[in-house]
């Protein structure tokens, strides 16, 4: 005899062409269950055989079809008593605890025809099968946690048990559809939503067939039990509202002619004379409800659903009913927001909808009283113009999206925050949007931002760099007191700051600072209004002299770099897009300021823009010479772990002209600037504007290549090559493997070289990375700025001060570092002095006071730090004679007993 297994194996054979013996998943299986006991056109049996009943006639088929133990053992003991149907009915009882006893995982095989059987004694005794329901309910339930939930047949052999009783007993069931929702409640909830999804399909046939009077109350009944447990039970209703509505997956049944009006009557709310004071449950099933009932009908069987809809929101509107009047805008808001398929063509009743909307409650309620009254009612409407928007977009009627952003134009007068939030979702659509709300939305920020000036603030810098984008402009006059707020608040910062510097100290809140932040990014959008910008060169020289002083010991100098660097871009916006050029003692100015805050990338990129700027203007050009002592200062930056501080400062010292030698002066070749194309400085730089991916890496691997090339042939000034290894440090710093090992090679040639030039700069890099990685134990930050909660003004002010940047971990660095000594051991063990002392320091020891093996202070472990020590120890091991290295003794017994004897 088959065994379950065997069983299962042939029932879940994929039968599609192409690949045979390919098993379904159990998900394929379960939507492959049609339980079509209602519409099914298979001929059905009116009457049982002569002096029979339908529950012998099936004992009897079965007979013939399943052999299993349980069920020969439960033939022989009930065939005797079912002869005839009033002894079915007199023992009735006694079958039916048979019937259910045998309702176990153990007896697999016998399953079937018991359920079946089941079904066909509820035919034989109908309404005095009734009472036996619950028993039913629970043993199947019983069936379903013991396994049966994870076997398609058996789900299957058990709803069509199920739905067959239904079907048998309606004319009784429909009676009380809330007893039937009572004992079907832990299946119709069950945690299974496959096994949700079966047993709702059977109750909703009973509430199809059921009086409108029972229909109301079953609906009432599950309101009550979702209000009860929310979380546990809306999905398990909106799955039954949603099979009552249908008759087949894609048409509704005409019995939603009488259930959706009812749904979204306000007496779904009011049950027993008691009103549910927490609305929020029900309106989530409904939306769950109409959710589904979205994603499969067709375009056309929801043109009924969004007609009944529209009513009762316009019923609610004539009847002033503004709580309901929330509720039904709340739902029919959340049906649009899910809306991705598409399906809602026609939004020509929607916009009808929001204008008598607008006009009730914004036109003729123009008080901040009023509005404050109907402030839930006014929010919804938001959010559905929101969503009407949306869907004119879509459908890329730019007519219409012009005529309501005249329509509704008395929206954006509103003084409330709901009106931001309503801005905010606004500018996250498509940009064909804002520019036809554009002048509106100006209009709403001016109206706002001495209310909400922080909120307000936030928006308009999203706002701003939308415009920047697309290279548009909404000002006009009627804006005007926006920019008076605007220079208000930078003249206030300004006397803020002067009144510091000359020891009046002020309190700086960070929100405070986000909004002067924020100001100083949009001031620039305003340009067209002929204004001066000496209030931002005002704004410049104060937190210059801020910074500078040395009697602020608190002051937050990384807050007061952003800001400096947002006023020079903004200022740099402003002259740009008038088309004024930038005098020589500016742009002096700012070329000190980069030197005087060489690492703050905000004020280095702002500077780079500006020259840039002014590089590519068709006006005239400032001319600033490249001295060795400009060169010395910025020459460090091109070494640090930052890449914007490395690019920036690349892109500034580019900008510089070259200048010659008097002994060469007719010799372009032995200049600082060996030519536009091998220029060290453009190399680098071009290196690090190289988008970090396997496209580029072959252009940028080439340049690397061209730098060594120019390296060996001597063809680059002395001048450059300590700038030369600092810009290779640099690209060493670069998270990408592939630049590594052009960039290693570049290095040690390099070295081996010029050794004598660069030899300080080398070693003391390699004495202060080494320090920074025995510091940290390798655990460099990466910028990872989860953490940080708040994203509104303050918190994207604070993500610009933070300046978060990824870069090569320092192990890997100081490894490469170690490994570019490697390759030239004889310049290594020339100056063992200084290698052997990073070495020991390295390992612990104090270089001042080493007295024995064991006078280390520091014992570093972890495998990172194992790695670099692998790399000091093949460094030694490459020296051509490393006992000759200073303090050779002394190392050796620190090799021998250090680190042989401790296994490190």
């Not at 450059?720 to 640099?730: D, K, P, S, T």
């Amino acid at each position: 005899m088959a065994t379950p297994a065997d069983v299962w194996a042939v029932k879940s054979l994929n039968k599609s062409t192409g690949r045979r013996f390919v098993f379904k998943t159990f998900s394929q299986r379960v939507e492959e269950i049609d339980i079509d006991v209602y519409r099914s056109l298979d001929p059905v049996k009116a009457e049982p055989s002569g002096g029979s009943s339908f529950f012998r006639d099936c004992l009897i088929e079965y007979r013939e079809l399943n052999t299993a133990e349980d069920f020969i053992s439960f033939y022989e003991e009930i065939f005797p008593l079912v002869q005839t149907l009033p002894q079915i009915i007199l023992q009735k009882d006694l079958i039916i605890s048979s019937l259910l006893s045998g309702l176990k995982m153990e007896g697999r095989l016998s399953l079937e025809p018991i359920l079946r059987l089941i079904s066909a004694l509820s035919r034989d005794l109908v309404e005095d099968f009734t009472p036996f329901l619950s028993r039913i309910i629970v043993s199947l339930e019983s069936l379903l946690q013991s396994g049966a939930d994870k076997d398609p047949e058996l789900i299957e052999q058990i709803f069509t048990s199920w739905s067959y009783i239904m079907m048998h007993l309606q004319k009784y069931l429909i009676k009380d559809v809330g007893r039937i929702l009572r004992i079907t409640a832990n299946l119709r909830y069950y945690p299974k939503d496959y096994v949700r999804e079966f047993m709702a399909e059977s109750v909703a046939f009973l509430l199809r067939k059921a009086s409108i009077e029972q229909l109301k109350r079953g609906v009432q009944k599950l309101m009550t039990e979702v209000v009860k447990k929310p979380s546990e039970r809306k999905f398990g209703v909106s799955v039954l509202l949603s099979h009552v509505m249908r008759i087949t997956s894609t048409r509704l049944h005409s019995r939603t002619e009488t259930l959706l009006p009812l749904l979204v009557d306000e007496s779904i709310l009011d049950i027993d004379g008691q009103r549910f004071k927490d609305s929020g449950p029900i309106i989530e099933v409904l939306i769950l409800t109409f959710e589904r009932l979205r994603a499969e009908l067709d375009p056309v069987e929801l043109s009924f659903i969004w007609k009944c809809l529209l009513e009762k929101i316009l019923e609610s509107l004539t009847n002033k009913n503004s709580l309901h009047l929330t509720r039904l805008l709340s739902l029919l808001t959340s049906i649009l927001q899910m809306d991705y398929l598409g399906k809602v063509t026609d939004s020509e009743p929607l916009v009808k909808l929001v204008d008598q909307l607008v006009e009730t409650f914004v036109v003729r309620s123009p008080t901040m009283k009023n509005i404050d009254l109907h402030s839930e009612v006014i929010e919804k409407v938001l959010q559905l113009m929101l969503c009407v928007i949306g869907c004119l977009s879509d459908s890329k009627n730019m007519p219409a999206l012009l005529l309501v952003s005249v329509q509704w134009e008395p929206v954006f007068n509103i003084r409330s925050r709901s009106l931001l939030t309503f801005l905010g979702d606004l500018l996250m659509k498509d940009p064909s949007i804002y520019h036809v709300f554009g002048t509106n939305i100006m209009r709403a920020f001016t109206n706002l931002i001495e209310i909400y000036d922080e909120e307000v603030m936030y928006l308009m810098m999203k706002f701003c760099e939308k415009l920047e984008v697309s290279s548009s402009s909404f000002w006009d006059g009627t804006f005007s007191r926006t920019l008076v707020f605007f220079e208000e608040t930078l003249h206030y910062w300004i006397g803020e700051i002067s009144n510091s510097v000359e020891g009046s100290l002020f309190p700086a809140r960070q929100n405070k600072l986000a909004v002067l932040w924020a100001v100083i990014g949009c001031y620039s959008h305003l340009a067209d209004v002929q204004e001066n910008s000496s209030v931002l060169v005002e704004l410049i020289n104060a937190i210059d002299k801020l910074l500078t002083m040395e009697s602020k010991p608190d002051l937050q100098q990384d807050t007061w770099y952003c800001l400096l660097g947002a006023a020079l871009r903004s200022y740099n916006k402003l002259v740009s897009r008038r088309g004024i050029s930038h005098e020589e003692s500016a742009m002096t100015k700012f070329l000190d300021l980069a030197k005087r805050y060489k690492l703050s990338p905000h004020i280095l990129s702002a500077v780079a823009d500006i020259l840039d700027s002014v590089s590519g203007a068709s006006y005239g050009k400032c001319q600033f010479y490249l001295s060795e002592s400009t060169l010395d200062t910025f020459s460090e930056n091109l070494s640090h772990a930052n890449r914007e501080i490395r690019l920036s400062t690349l892109r500034i010292l580019c900008h510089y002209e070259p200048v010659h030698d008097q002994d060469s002066a007719n010799n372009v070749e032995t200049s600082l600037v060996d030519g536009c194309h091998n220029n060290v400085l453009n190399l680098l730089r071009s290196v690090e504007e190289a988008t970090l991916s396997i496209a580029t890496s072959r252009k940028v691997i080439l340049l690397i290549s061209q730098l060594q090339a120019s390296l060996s042939d001597h063809r680059v000034a002395d001048q450059y090559i300590v700038a030369a290894l600092n810009g290779i440090f640099g690209i060493l710093h670069n998270r990408f493997s592939c630049f590594w090992n052009p960039a290693l090679e570049c290095l040690t040639v390099l070295v081996g070289q010029y050794f004598e030039i660069v030899r300080d700069r080398y070693l003391s890099y390699l004495e202060q990375y080494q320090c920074d990685f025995l510091a940290s134990h390798s655990q460099h930050y990466r910028g990872d700025n989860g953490s940080m909660e708040d994203t509104g003004l303050v918190g994207c002010f604070d993500s610009d001060i933070l300046c978060a940047f990824d870069s090569t971990p320092h192990a890997t660095v100081l490894s490469f570092l170690i490994q570019s000594l490697q390759k030239i051991p004889l310049i290594a063990e020339s100056h063992s002095q200084q290698i052997v002392t990073l070495f020991l320091k390295y390992l612990g020891y104090s270089v001042e006071a080493v007295t024995s093996v064991e006078s280390y202070t520091l014992d570093h472990k972890g495998k990172e730090w194992k790695g670099v020590l692998k790399e000091w120890l093949s460094l030694f091991r490459s020296m051509p004679n490393p006992r000759s290295t200073h303090q050779g003794r002394f190392l050796r017994d620190v090799l021998l007993y250090r680190l042989l004897d401790q296994r490190c």
